[in-house]
Nanobody, 117 residues
Framework: QVHLVESGGGLVQPGGSRTLSCTASESDFIFGMGWYRRAPGKSSERRERVALATTTGVTDYTDFAKDRFTISLDVAKATVYLQMDSLKLEDTAVYYC?????????WGPGTQVTVSS
């Protein structure tokens, strides 16, 4: 069983920055890793994609993340990062890491990011 562990969540003021990281316990299967989030009050089925990155160098962002967030994937470390800048109140959410490859997909338990003054 592959385990993913996120870190970097916490409280940040509007306009501030935060960097999330996620490391997988195994790396051989990985084709890509990404970040999703679930806003307060939403069910776990309502996770929205934030960004993803593949081992081939492809990155993709959902519209709200394009100008403010940066995803990077360190394949050797099986670690994906999400640099979040210019954070807004509506970015408050639980952020989940995802890794996929070889027909498998795994999720981390999530890390809370709260944007508040």
């Amino acid at each position: 069983q592959v385990h993913l562990v996120e870190s970097g969540g916490g409280l940040v003021q509007p306009g501030g920055s935060r960097t999330l990281s996620c490391t997988a316990s195994e790396s051989d299967f990985i084709f890509g890793m990404g970040w999703y989030r679930r806003a307060p009050g939403k069910s776990s089925e309502r996770r929205e994609r934030v960004a993803l990155a593949t081992t081939t160098g492809v990155t993709d962002y959902t519209d709200f993340a394009k100008d403010r967030f940066t995803i990077s994937l360190d394949v050797a470390k099986a670690t994906v990062y999400l640099q979040m800048d210019s954070l807004k109140l509506e970015d408050t959410a639980v952020y989940y890491c995802n890794a996929w490859g070889n027909g498998n997909e795994y999720w981390g338990p999530g890390t809370q990011v709260t944007v508040s003054s």
